[in-house]
């Protein structure tokens, strides 16, 4: 436990000291060092609003080329090529671990639990090509995502103890200046990271930060340490985007009927012709 | 909430299912979860004036949807009475007490009592203002008869069930399930919400321009827009909701429902009013009035207290565990396979 504790902070710290590299970098970035977000009546940063990813980090975290998806769907299933996520671009798999990435990665197609409308996980909930809802109250922060109708609630105030390993993890959250860092823990092994194969154990720790950067965006970041499969802590950041629709709505994706035919196509009658 | 169960059990769902439209039946126990934090008859509010509803309420009671036909035109229970019937009603709800052989509760002789005891949370104890059952209108404490329409479902509904309950599942394909089997609505989790066999928990979230009504059973945060803006029309399974406040409660409206609600024999074309109000700090009543002009000849009202709990909602990822849908599938394979060759045989 202690042990725990002293590699949860060290995260922490690294991640600190990452985002102060990347603040320094782009001009974009910079306006997070002058932006100060507006207020909740308890004087907290107020991140209240419909938020999503404009990225294809849930289709590869790494840096990548476009590349082909089933046959059938021709250019509509393909992958946009796109940017990585990662800082330095490189996942620090342990030697076993990358070969499981490797093989996730060529079964991709039938093996990411996204094709079964499984619940995402976190980081990944984040930045799915879906728009997910904060709504902020003092005692409680509700993350409520499009995809599959996943939620979590984030602890500000009394957290429980995890009663049990979660798909969308144990979250407990706190404000550091004008930053959102959220811990998480309590995870099962059974997601992924994106559409490429990257995974994680149940091992896995996730710290989040969520730093308004102008009234329609945040800078989301996400450190992620799990010692079953990697060698070191690793971050992914990025922007997430004020959905500014008029009327914006995170509508119903339920998406267990998607995946029926597919999961249980086999079981079903076969009426004799 | 001790033994919550993280996974999903598909048997048990699809039996509590079938008790409808008395799924009312399956109610029973209710411990209260709360400790009564201070005296507390004044509601609190958020900063911007409005009741604070938020936290974690639990809706598990013993009290039936409907009243109990031998009741007659009883509404209300004395305390005496109410503690009688509160003990009977527990032991007959005690699934380690029916003996599949000779049936017992709605479950037929010879037939499968799929779960037992230790899989329940459902509430134990009556309702609070004793009335005999949660519907308060019509005054007779139960459902309105049906439509023609609302009644050939039903009957089908009836046969289907009954067929469950003696191992023999229509399991064609997992269409032929309830949505509750499938992991695509919850049992209970409405809207509007009813209380049933686990998961009797909803949290409330506020911020100044949204309310969320976060159901445990099956993980659904209803998005509830409070800023006024206009209905979408688009059909979704739960609905698409819109609220205000009516004083010092909170109403929220659905409709366009894809298929039906979490009410058995429900349609599509149900108009949902809810309203929230919360009459002391350990009590927020939960009104609902149902419109379904294609399933019930006239509206219905039932009121369920809701009790506030200390405890978190835990995740309920019911589709991911769902075991249970496949074997039902796969049993009914096997059952034809093997009736096949059984008559295979015979005709040698």
């Not at chain 2, 949505?179 to 209970?188: A, D, H, K, T």
């Not at chain 2, 995740?315 to 009914?332: K, Q, R, S």
């Amino acid at each position: 436990m202690r042990n725990w504790r002293r590699r949860t902070t060290s995260a922490s710290a690294a991640a600190v000291v990452i985002a102060a590299l990347q603040i320094g970098a782009t001009p974009a970035s910079s306006q997070s060092d002058v932006y100060k977000a507006p207020r909740t009546a308890d004087g907290k940063p107020n991140l209240n609003g419909i938020w999503q990813a404009l990225n294809t980090a849930n289709w590869d975290l790494q840096t990548h080329a476009a590349r082909p998806g089933p046959v059938a769907l021709g250019a509509v299933g393909a992958a946009p090529a796109g940017l990585g996520v990662v800082e330095g671009n490189e996942i620090p798999y342990l030697p076993e671990a990358a070969a499981k990435k490797k093989e996730n990665f060529a079964n991709r197609l039938t093996a990411d639990p996204e094709i079964k409308c499984y619940l995402p996980g976190v980081p990944r909930a984040t930045y799915m090509p879906y728009p997910f809802q904060i709504v902020q109250t003092p005692k409680h922060i509700m993350m409520a995502y499009e995809y599959a109708g996943a939620a979590r609630t984030i602890f500000m105030d009394k957290a429980p103890a995890s009663p049990a390993d979660t798909w969308m993890g144990h979250s407990v959250g706190r404000f550091e200046g004008d930053t959102l860092v959220v811990d998480v823990t309590s995870f099962t092994d059974q997601t992924w990271l994106d559409r490429a194969g990257n995974f994680h154990s149940d091992a896995l720790h996730v710290v989040e930060r969520y730093t308004p950067r102008s009234a329609d965006a945040l800078t989301y970041s996400a450190t992620i340490e799990d010692p079953k499969v990697f060698s070191r802590p690793w971050t992914i950041s990025m922007p997430l985007y004020r959905r500014l629709e008029k009327n914006a709505q995170v509508l119903e994706f339920k998406c267990v009927e998607f995946a029926e035919e597919l999961m249980y196509g086999h079981l079903r009658k076969q009426t004799n012709r | 909430m001790n033994h919550r169960c993280l996974t999903t059990l598909g048997g048990l769902i699809s039996a509590m299912a079938l008790l409808a439209p008395g799924f009312a039946a399956a109610q029973s126990n209710t411990n209260a979860t709360t400790k009564a934090p201070s005296a507390a008859s004044i509601v609190p509010r958020t900063p911007d004036g409005k009741p604070d509803l938020q936290g974690v309420w639990d809706f598990k009671t013993i009290t039936p949807l409907e009243r109990p036909r031998e009741l007659g035109d009883k509404a209300f229970f004395t305390a005496e009475e109410a503690a009688a019937w509160e003990k009977d009603e527990n032991r007959r709800q005690n699934r380690d007490l029916i003996d599949p052989e000779t049936g017992g509760l709605n479950y037929p002789a010879g037939g499968v009592v799929p779960y037992n005891e230790f899989w329940y949370e459902r509430g134990d104890k009556t309702i609070g203002s004793r009335r005999t059952s949660l519907i308060v209108d019509p005054p007779n404490g139960r459902l309105p008869p049906w439509t023609p329409e609302g009644k050939v479902k039903a009957d089908a509904r009836a046969v289907t069930g009954r067929e469950t309950q003696l191992g023999r599942p229509k399991a064609d394909s997992w269409e032929d399930r309830p949505l509750q089997e499938r992991c695509i609505m919850g049992l209970n989790a409405g809207p509007p919400m009813t209380p049933g066999a686990y998961n009797n928990n909803v949290q409330l979230f506020q911020s100044p321009d949204t309310v969320v009504i976060f159901t445990e059973m099956v993980h659904d945060a209803r998005i509830v827009p409070m800023d006024g803006r206009p209905f979408l029309n688009i059909p979704q399974w739960k609905g698409e909701s819109r609220g205000r406040w009516d004083g010092d409660t909170l109403v929220v409206e659905t409709k366009n429902f894809k298929r039906e609600t979490s009410l058995p024999g429900s349609s599509a074309s149900t108009h949902l009013i809810e309203r929230f109000t919360r009459t002391d700090a350990n009590t927020l009543l939960y009104e609902f009035t149902v419109t379904d002009p294609t399933t019930w000849t006239r509206p219905w009202t039932a009121v369920v207290p809701m009790t506030r709990s200390e405890d978190p909602i835990y995740e309920y990822a019911c589709h991911e565990g769902n075991h249970a849908l496949a074997g039902i599938l796969a049993g009914a394979r096997a059952d034809e396979k093997a009736a096949q060759e059984a008559a295979k045989k015979g005709s040698k």
